[in-house]
């Protein structure tokens, strides 16, 4: 049995097969339509989601199996003092797969030890979130072709973004990667990363301003400052304003740069740079429904 803790847990060879399953469900939805009769997704949300908890829900049902779950840990045993491995164990008996969210570094990973289905990270604290980075990177090889040989510019939230982590940690493995990190300096991002590009010699630069290096890059990856993970309201207050994507700084940007985010957006991308043909996150969140879908269906070995 195979669970998705860390975005590594896939080879690269593994990827380039998911995706290319993802591509053909988008092509081919019907195809797909009934191939998860019977089967039942459990969603253990712990922590708040919009587009992870229902993009595996969408994803599921697409392939004509069912959900369950709770978007809400009080609502939940959680809220009794019950462990993730006690729940876990439980829901192995109502469902055949599980996409848990936490707000506890590795707490997916303590359940997936216990349990007897697949359990898929659907982000654990400041740390992972795997199934945003094979949506990111989807999207990137559907509209660019490649997974290689790009400068990609990630701004913002270094610091607590998960995504941002599990995102690099991903593109360390495709040739010709160079990484711009732009951030202010109380979000930058952690010295386990750095250290690891400079062991494995993959060039970075940490910079402040997004305009100056704005026309270097292929790929900007924006993202939003963790209010929930701040210390003190104050810092977040001071910093979450501090890049705004608009549609001047766009004219500093290659005419086929991609413009990728997360999602969900507060100020840093103004909503005038929505209808710029090089926006591509609302298509991401496409995107992530296939390769949902996509998952399920591998770690469900139905395929
Ligand atoms: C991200 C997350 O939860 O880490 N959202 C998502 O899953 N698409 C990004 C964020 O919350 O900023």
């Known amino acids: ?34 191939a998860c009769d019977g089967k039942i997704l459990a969603t253990c949300f712990y922590e ?34 019950e462990s993730v491995s006690d729940t876990i164990r439980v829901i192995s008996c109502y469902a055949d797969i599980c996409a848990m969210r936490h707000p506890k570094e590795g707490a997916p990973m303590v359940a997936s030890e216990k349990s007897g289905i ?30 290689d040989h790009f400068t990609i510019g990630l701004c913002g939230d270094l610091k607590f973004g998960r995504t941002v982590h599990s995102l690099i940690s991903a593109l360390v493995r495709y040739p010709g990667i160079r990484f711009l990190f732009i951030s202010p300096d109380e979000l930058r991002v952690p010295d ?47 910093l979450k304003d501090f890049y705004i994507l608009d549609p001047a700084k766009m004219e500093l940007a290659k005419e086929d740069m991609l413009v990728l985010h997360p999602l969900p957006r507060v ?3 103004s909503v005038e740079v929505d209808d ?24 469900l070995e139905l395929v």
């Open 192 to 238: 386990y990363i750095t250290e690891m590009l400079k062991e494995k010699g993959i060039p970075y630069e940490e910079v402040i301003s997004l305009e100056e290096v704005m026309p270097q890059l292929d790929l900007l990856y924006m993202t939003r400052v963790q209010k929930e993970r701040f210390f003190n309201e104050e810092d977040y207050v001071r």
């Open 267 to 269: 100020n840093e991308i």
């Open 276 to 299: 710029d043909p090089r926006a591509a996150y609302f298509k991401q969140a496409q995107y992530g429904v296939y390769v949902r879908m996509a998952l399920i269906l591998t770690l």
């Open 118 to 147: 697949p359990v898929i990270n659907a982000g654990d604290g400041g740390h992972y979130h795997p199934t945003q980075t094979l949506t990111d990177l989807l999207t990137i090889r559907s509209l660019r072709g490649r997974l």
């Open 1 to 34: 049995m195979r669970h998705l803790m860390n975005p590594l847990d896939f080879s690269v060879c593994e990827l380039d097969t998911l995706f290319d399953l993802a591509n053909d469900i988008e092509r081919n939805p019907k195809k797909y339509a009934h």
């Open 48 to 81: 708040p989601s919009t587009r992870t908890r229902l993009s595996f829900e969408s994803a599921m049902t697409r392939l004509g199996g069912r959900v369950i779950g709770f978007a809400d840990q009080n609502s939940s045993s959680a809220a009794k003092g």
